[in-house]
Nanobody, 119 residues
């Protein structure tokens, strides 16, 4: 099993920045990548970005491309998501997820952390 715990959410002013952390533990070697998703009320879950373990390649969703970054601290098994120039539509529950080497799908999920962007 893989355990993921997000932290760093809260209220952020429009135009500000956020920094979220995802701490991974358990059978991390059974995963190939870690990703971030967000869920806003009434909307489908949206892909924010991901990072692949083997080469640190990162991928970003269109809504955050150009104003976000994902990095990892291998020693701490932690992945960091940063988003700048925040907009109200960035509001939502941000969830961390990890892919399984067996399926390649995001099978492991954290509980999420709420981010609210307003003036």
């Amino acid at each position: 099993q893989v355990y993921l715990v997000e932290s760093g959410g809260g209220w952020v002013q429009i135009g500000g920045s956020l920094r979220l952390s995802c701490a991974a533990s358990g059978r991390i070697l059974s995963t190939t990548a870690l990703g971030w998703f967000r869920q806003a009320p009434g909307l489908e879950r949206e892909f924010v970005g991901s990072i692949r373990w083997k080469d640190d390649n990162t991928y970003y969703g269109d809504s955050v491309k150009g104003r976000s970054s994902i990095s990892r601290d291998s020693a701490e098994n932690t992945v960091i998501l940063e988003i700048n120039r925040l907009k109200p539509e960035d509001t939502g529950v941000y969830l961390c997820a990890a892919t399984s080497t067996r399926s390649g799908l995001f099978e492991y999920w954290g509980q999420g952390t709420q981010v609210t962007v307003s003036s």
